[in-house]
């Protein structure tokens, strides 16, 4: 019954002169999102995207809605541009929405003037001829419909559908440059990474681990969770780091409070490293004010100042539950709650700094030989292409 499924972009209609940059990536994405399902050429006309349907409505549209950049899609039939196809289509949607008979209204868009009928003739005359042809189950209601048919008549033709579903919305992955992640393993970080894809960022994920005091099944928790983050924005590279001498280090010679500051900031110092390496811009974390002892004001302007890269917290104004919300409806939630510990909760001191001050974090690092740490790190780092699971 649907031939297509039309593709709507929200915020990407005001890119200006960008706008074209920002629709092909947009395209691309699509068609990644669509490997393994049967070929089609996805095709863009002013305004709208179509994909053409091959038996698989339902999977197409499921995977349409994890593309950033897309604000919602509609399964359409597209039919000639006369009254009398386009009343006839409009009896089929509305047959499909409401078998059983319902409220309904009609609307219609007209873009293409050379019509010789205004949009609200169309919807009075379509609305009629449902009436006439529909042994008088269905009512029409303007205000508080059971259900909606659309009409647009465009100039490559009329096309008429009755859902809209509401998509990723944002901009396309890739469309804003790279930066990366320091994903721990818990709820906030990949709910950091996917709201730096929401704006169009491509991440490589960092993750410090501490072998043998981590188990490989901590490991594989974050290989999962960026499997499915890779679901969302297309391929994710994962450097796990080797952290494990840089914390033994850091606890002989570090009083036990400032553990926790001064392994962020070697973080932070590695994380910089990878980023400039993968020419990346920014790095992700998923820090929220005042959650844990490193994450106050204080704490995080200690942390930073070992790095001039811009830092993005983009959790930083939520609160717990705001973040779990977000991590069920992505599909990371179940995989953070894993109970397999990371490096930070293994060498979590009885008392960490709350508010850490940035002359005794220095005092303190001039005991250890932060060049020789970090360069040992990074020679022990794993580099892993993650996909996204087979559907």
Known sequence: MYELILVRYGELGLKGKNKSQFINRLVRNIERSLKGLAPRKVESTWGRIWVPVVNDMEETIERLTKVFGIYSVSPVIKTEKSLEAIQQAALRVLHDALPDGGRFKVETRRSDKTFPMTSPEISKAVAGYLFANSDDIYQAEMHHPQHVVDIEVRG???????????????????ASGRAVLMISGGIDSPVAGWMAMKRGVTFDGIHFESFPFTSNRAKQKVIDLCRVLAGWGGKVRLHVVHFTEIQKAIRQHCREEYMITIMRRMMFRIAERIARERKAFAIYTGESVGQVASQTLESMFTINNVTNMPVLRPLVGMDKEEIIQIAQKIGTFDISIRPYEDCCTVFLPDYPKIRARLEEAQNMEILLDIDELINDALAHTEVLEIYQEEI
Do not use: D, M, N
């Open 156 to 174: 490559e033709g009329a096309f008429v559908y009755g859902r809209v579903i509401p998509g990723a919305k944002g901009l396309p992955v890739g």
